[in-house]
């Protein structure tokens, strides 16, 4: 055997031992021969001290003692556990079961594997990288993604998913959703924070509101806030009962206070739909009432090429076996049958006479052509000859006057290679030559109104935007010179002067251009209002808004004289614009809040001062603003509706009206908070 005598030390020297198997037992034990079980049984328990040994070193490497030496804190996720005289069957499990760092079982130690030194261990990508949040990464995968709730909780992958994160995630719904509620609370005090920043800016907002019902039948309210620099949404509010205009208007302060605002100081405008109760809102709220400009369109199209009809059944019918019985509480309450059934007729609304035939037409060929793969063959081989590329029929959904527009145009575009093969399937009786003069005519119609819908729901419109858009549609309108197209723009004209608030139009172009007002406009439907009339309402909107903060301008008369351009000789217009900023300048850091009379005598002063130099004012300016805010179409809540309807469904209608407004308000947050 050989030698235990370290090479270089002295003979006859005591050996010093080199692992602790060799202080577990006494040397001589080793000479013992091979066949002796009691040497095996102790150099099996010397492998296990050693491989403990370093098991024990690794587990030290991601925890630290604390002062009191009897809890260590995890360097991964900053927990604090007991360790009790050194014991690290805490830190152990908590390593394999929250970082899944699984440790050895004793049929695995081997002591061949050299174990490395803290100091050689390299440094990752993940040391730099900021640790990701549970409850940001769940609302991400219900709200973003729209992952329900109970799969997020029931799903192994994901939960594998999170544990090689360093994350534990739940193990019921509830307290996932818990995790959603608890990181809607902060984002919303985000979204708090920053609309003070805006208030204390001097910026004000607009907002949109409109009523939902669910698949579950429950009514909800939407609230969309419009700043200068940014939209929000603020969620749905849940609608017990009916809704008239003092209820909604008392939900829509109650959801502001919410978020720390005033629906009086704070909002320049609200923005909805024309119906009756929406009318009454408007003289009861303080703000300025805008009507949704794509609805009056909407009224406008249905008029011109749609019929009202009645059509329904019975509500309450009889089976042959008598399972349903007729006698209900409608009788007991003595209503009539008559009654019954005019409840139970719906309004419906179909295309004109003139219009129909052609219609009905183009709707029974595309279907022939869409559910029919054979003959969609033959017809693309045409399409292809003609067109270079394959083109599908489209066909039109009956309660969406812009999906039988793109039917008509599509249509139109391959109607060559349609009647060929129909000549050849010897189906030429579906068309007629006389069906095109009439798509022709609808299309033309219906083209420039969707154009213009589809701009005025822009999120980026405004009230300037929508004046320019209305022009672009009556000039083409106008164009055709077809009884179609001239009874559409008298509908559209007859829509629009309803919900179009002059004085506000007025008011808004002023500011952003002074000569506005000598500007003669040929079509009475775009005329201004007077110049007193702009300024009364300027001085309503100031007192309203900006009464606090509002600073009057000392400008003497001497100076607005000089600032009109009499002769050539006067001086550059850079040097007048010095001049102006000069004397437009504010004299103390702190205004006095001033009366209504002297509100109206300093914003006339600054509207003749902003003429002659064409230079808005701070305060004509803070105005100018505010009235950009204002959208001349509630779509955003619409588009808000469409989100809901993704969390709110047959599977998953089990969903609280907090989740579903938590869901909402992140589902926005994540797609346009960047």
């Not at 009691?38 to 024990?56: D, G, L, P, V």
């Not at 139970?344 to 559910?371: C, E, G, N, P, T």
Request: glycine share 2%; aromatic share 8%.
């Amino acid at each position: 055997m050989p030698s235990l005598v370290k090479k270089g030390s002295k003979r006859g020297s005591r050996p010093q031992p080199r692992s602790p198997s060799e202080c577990l037992f006494p040397l001589s034990s080793l000479h013992a021969p091979a066949q002796d079980t009691n040497f095996k049984r102790k150099w099996k328990k010397a492998q296990f001290a050693i491989t403990m040994s370093k098991e024990y070193k690794k587990c030290w490497e991601y925890f630290r003692k604390d002062k009191d030496k009897e809890s260590a804190c995890c360097q991964i996720c900053s927990k604090t556990l007991q360790c009790k005289a050194s014991s690290t069957s805490g830190l152990h499990r908590h390593l394999e079961y929250i970082h899944g760092m699984k440790r050895k079982k004793k049929s695995e130690l081997n002591n061949d594997e050299p174990m490395p030194s803290p100091s050689k261990r390299q440094t990752t990508i993940l040391h730099y990288v900021k640790g990701l949040d549970l409850e940001e990464t769940v609302s991400k995968l219900a709200a973003l993604d729209g992952i329900s709730v109970n799969t997020i909780t029931k799903s192994e992958f994901i939960r594998e998913s999170f544990t090689s994160k360093g994350m534990q995630l739940p193990r019921s719904p509830s307290s996932v959703m818990t995790l959603i509620l608890n990181y809607y609370d902060k984002v919303k005090q985000l979204y708090i924070q920053k609309l003070n920043v805006f208030k204390c800016d001097n910026k004000k907002l607009s907002i949109s509101i409109d009523e939902w019902t669910s698949c579950k039948n429950r009514s909800y309210m939407n609230v969309h806030v419009y700043c200068s620099e940014t939209a929000m949404n603020l969620g749905v509010i849940r609608i017990h009962g009916n809704c008239p205009a003092e209820k909604a208007l008392s939900l829509l302060q109650k959801r502001l206070e919410n978020f720390q605002l005033k629906l009086e100081s704070d909002v320049v405008a609200i923005t909805s739909d024309g119906a009756a109760a929406m009318e009454k809102f408007g003289k009861l709220s303080p703000t300025i009432q805008q009507f949704c400009y794509s609805h009056a369109l909407h009224l406008a199209v249905t008029k011109v090429f749609y019929v009202k009809k009645l059509k329904g059944e019975a509500s309450v019918t009889c089976s042959s076996d008598g399972e349903f019985n007729t006698d209900s509480e409608y009788e007991q309450d003595g209503s009539s049958d008559s009654e019954l059934v005019g409840v139970a007729r719906a309004v419906q609304y179909d295309l004109r006479d003139d219009l129909s035939l052609a219609i009905s037409s183009v709707r029974r060929i595309v279907k022939i052509f869409k559910y029919s793969p054979v003959k969609n063959s033959l017809l693309q081989q045409e399409i292809i000859r003609s067109e270079k590329r394959e083109l599908e029929v489209i066909l039109d959904c009956r309660t969406r006057w812009n999906t039988l527009e793109r039917m008509i145009e599509r249509f139109l575009k391959i109607v060559n290679p349609i009647k060929t093969v129909l000549r050849e399937l010897k189906l030429d009786r579906l068309w007629k030559e006389e069906y095109y003069e009439i798509l022709i005519g609808m299309l033309n119609c219906l083209q420039p109104v969707r154009l213009a819908v589809e701009a005025l729901s822009n999120r980026e419109a405004n009230i300037l935007t929508s004046e320019g858009i209305f022009k672009f549609l009556f000039s083409n309108l106008e164009k055709q010179n077809s009884s179609m197209s001239q009874m559409l723009l008298k509908e559209i004209k007859f829509e629009l002067v309803k919900r179009r608030n002059r004085e506000l139009v007025s008011l808004t172009k002023y500011l952003s251009n002074v000569s506005c007002l000598c500007e003669m406009e040929k079509d009475e439907f775009f005329a201004l209002s007077s110049k007193n009339e702009i300024a009364r309402l300027a001085k309503s909107l100031m007192e309203r808004l900006f009464k606090a903060t509002f600073t009057a301008e000392e400008v003497p008369r001497e100076q607005i004289k000089d600032a009109l351009p009499e002769s050539s000789d006067s001086k550059s217009e850079s040097d007048l614009k010095c001049e102006l900023s000069k004397a437009i300048s504010i004299s103390t850091s702190k205004p006095s809040p001033l009366h209504a009379d002297k509100i109206f005598a300093s914003l006339r002063k600054e509207m003749s001062l902003y003429e002659a130099t064409h230079s808005l004012t701070p305060n004509l300016k803070m105005l100018l603003d505010a009235l950009i805010t204002i959208r001349p179409t509630s779509t955003e809540k619409e588009r808000n509706f469409s989100t809901s309807g993704i969390f709110v469904t047959k599977q998953t209608s089990r969903l609280s009206d907090r989740a579903i407004n938590a869901l909402c308000f992140l589902k926005y947050h994540f797609k346009n908070d960047k």
